[in-house]
């Protein structure tokens, strides 16, 4: 059974404070009233769609950096996701709102099911291999066509190693350690 992490592209964080986990962020305007593309974190793109509500990142170096919840119409154009927030009527609007982070409650995420694993879950996760060697911990993840993989950091660098059955022999239950089938040795 193939391995599986539900976020691609980037991993979703999870500010403990709140329990938001950042899920995807506003791109350029679209058209002239008020509509920006969406590029989804989650897996396939389109789940963004189910998760209510929304949450934008305020502004960094503004007086409220943090989540606040706020209404938006988002729907499937042209093969990718669009959304308009509420207050957002024009283009000059929806450029204010480039580059920021879109997030949603913990809580209303699924449950991943046996083998699967958000990203966010395996960051800081402590790597072993199968003779018992600490490899370091999952600094974080990112997506290849063919696979994700982890990014693995210790005193002396980084290891990249493939997020496939092949290489990740067990991951334990609530993601506290990951076996690896690699030698040491392997950079």
Same mark, same amino acid.
């Given at each position: 059974? %193939?391995? #599986?992490?539900?976020? &691609?592209?980037? %991993?979703?964080?999870?500010?403990?404070?709140?329990?938001? $986990?950042?899920?995807?962020?506003?791109?350029?305007?679209?058209?002239?009233?008020?509509?920006?593309?969406?590029?989804?974190?989650?897996?396939? %793109?389109?789940?963004? *769609?189910?998760?209510?509500?929304?949450?934008?990142?305020?502004?960094?170096?503004?007086?409220?950096?943090?989540?606040?919840?706020?209404?938006?119409?988002?729907?499937?154009?042209?093969?990718? =996701?669009?959304?308009?927030?509420? /207050?957002?009527?024009?283009? @000059?609007?929806?450029?204010?709102?480039?580059?920021?982070?879109?997030?949603?409650?913990?809580? $209303?995420? %699924?449950? &991943?099911? *046996?083998?699967?694993?958000?990203?966010?879950? *395996?960051? /800081?996760?402590?790597?072993?291999?199968?003779? /018992?060697?600490?490899?370091?911990? $999952? #600094?974080?993840?990112?997506?290849?066509?063919?696979? @994700? $993989? =982890?990014?693995?950091?210790?005193?002396?660098?980084?290891?990249?190693?493939?997020?496939?059955?092949?290489?990740?022999?067990?991951?334990?239950?609530?993601? #506290?350690?990951?076996?690896?089938?690699? #030698?040491?040795?392997?950079?």
């Amino acid at each position: 059974m %193939p391995l #599986q992490t539900s976020s &691609p592209g980037k %991993p979703a964080t999870t500010d403990e404070a709140d329990g938001v $986990v950042q899920v995807g962020v506003v791109g350029a305007p679209f058209g002239v009233n008020g509509w920006a593309h969406i590029r989804s974190y989650t897996d396939p %793109p389109g789940n963004l *769609l189910g998760y209510a509500p929304w949450q934008l990142r305020g502004e960094t170096g503004t007086n409220d950096p943090g989540w606040m919840p706020i209404d938006v119409e988002a729907q499937w154009h042209g093969g990718g =996701l669009v959304a308009r927030f509420a /207050g957002v009527r024009n283009r @000059d609007a929806a450029v204010e709102l480039r580059g920021r982070d879109i997030g949603v409650s913990a809580s $209303v995420l %699924p449950v &991943p099911e *046996l083998g699967e694993y958000y990203w966010r879950d *395996l960051i /800081g996760t402590a790597v072993v291999n199968k003779a /018992g060697v600490h490899l370091g911990e $999952v #600094q974080r993840l990112f997506a290849t066509p063919a696979h @994700d $993989v =982890l990014v693995v950091v210790d005193d002396i660098g980084e290891r990249l190693i493939p997020f496939v059955s092949e290489w990740v022999v067990a991951v334990s239950h609530g993601c #506290q350690r990951i076996i690896v089938d690699w #030698q040491a040795e392997w950079r």
